[in-house]
């Protein structure tokens, strides 16, 4: 079989794909024919050695996080019922690969019928990151949240589960991307790229924040044009807001096997939708990865096995 390793912490150079044996069925393995992995920012800050305080690692190690696949067999204590269903997952040992020997019960799920695999990856260090932060605020119909980051593979599915919990929703994007997050169901489209506090000062005032950007400039300009403001980030650990009245939070964890599965049941009834902006095969993962940190985003970008 195939994977994707970093070797180093110089970037896209130091990404290889080499050919290794399968390792074997133990009792608790699920084998999955892997047919998506998503690209995503853990990926690519790892490989520019941008992560090392919170996620320090051994190299060479295999890359990816999250896949979506076909079961091919199971081990006896997994169930076999699952030979041939598409599923979902996270793989902490590293997910790029095209045979990924699952070892972790919660840490795999069936994929409806009614859910396309590469729509249900997406998933995977996305919706699951957002409906922590949306479950975190307790969203409901009296929040004005503002959120950063609203094109990417978090931001989409923040955008459309606090329309789901009813809040009223202003989106920070860039001005080629306002259309796409309006159609997602933000209330009001904010151009970060232009003089942002005139425009903050000028709109609907927000009581909470969710950051999935990480840039405390950013934060900065915000919490200075408002007093009261309770602030979660997905990306930045720590920030001092400026006020007595404003609080920070990193947001971090998990929503659980219950979290996953709502969030399959809402793709299946079409409540949430899947932003997919571009399918790259896993052998140009260095053209991803470069697109993924220099490009502007529309949902996630996928690796096809
Ligand atoms: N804590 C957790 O559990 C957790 C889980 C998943 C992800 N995360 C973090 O959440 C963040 C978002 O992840 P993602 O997968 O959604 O990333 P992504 O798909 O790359 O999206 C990043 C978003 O940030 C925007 N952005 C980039 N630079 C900006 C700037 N200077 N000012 C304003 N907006 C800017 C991008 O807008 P443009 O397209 O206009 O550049 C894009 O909308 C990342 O920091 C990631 O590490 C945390």
């Known amino acids: 079989m195939q994977q994707i390793i970093q070797t180093d912490f110089s970037g896209v150079d130091g990404l290889q794909i080499e050919t290794i044996a399968e390792s074997h069925l133990t009792p608790l393995s699920v084998k999955v024919n892997t047919k998506y992995i998503p690209v995503l920012p853990y990926d690519w800050l790892t490989e520019y050695g941008l992560l090392k305080t919170i996620r320090p690692v051994k190299l060479p190690m295999v890359i990816g996080y999250g896949f979506g696949g076909i079961v091919e067999s199971t081990g006896l204590l997994r169930d076999h019922q699952l030979v041939g269903k598409a599923v ?25 019928p009614k859910v396309a695999l ?6 995977i260090g996305g919706a699951d990151a957002a409906l922590h932060a949306v479950n975190s605020i307790k969203a409901n119909s009296t929040d004005v949240v503002l959120v950063t980051g609203a094109s990417g593979g978090v931001g989409t599915y923040l955008i459309q589960l606090l329309k789901l919990a009813g809040a009223t929703v202003i989106a920070l994007a860039n001005p080629d991307n306002r259309v796409f997050v309006q159609s997602l169901g933000a209330d009001v ?5 232009a003089d942002l506090a005139a425009q903050l000062t000028r709109t609907v005032v927000p009581n909470k924040v969710i950051d999935a950007v990480g840039r405390p400039e950013l934060l900065q300009t915000i919490t200075t044009v408002y007093e009261q403001l309770t602030i979660f980030s997905l990306s930045l650990t720590n920030f001092n807001p400026p006020k007595p009245n404003q609080s920070f939070k990193f947001s971090h ?9 709502q969030l399959l049941a809402l793709l299946a009834t079409g409540q949430i939708q ?19 940190k220099n490009g502007h985003a529309r949902g996630r970008m996928l690796l096809a096995f």
């Open 88 to 112: 979902i997952g996270v793989q902490p040992t590293g997910s790029a690969q095209t045979v990924i020997n699952a070892q972790l019960p919660p840490l795999l799920f069936e994929v409806p």
């Open 118 to 123: 590469k729509d249900a990856v997406t998933l």
């Open 189 to 193: 489209v904010l151009n970060y790229q």
């Open 253 to 261: 964890g998990s929503i659980g096997i219950s979290g996953y599965h």
């Open 274 to 292: 899947a932003q997919i902006q571009t399918v790259y095969p896993f052998e140009d993962v260095k053209k991803a990865h470069l697109a993924a």
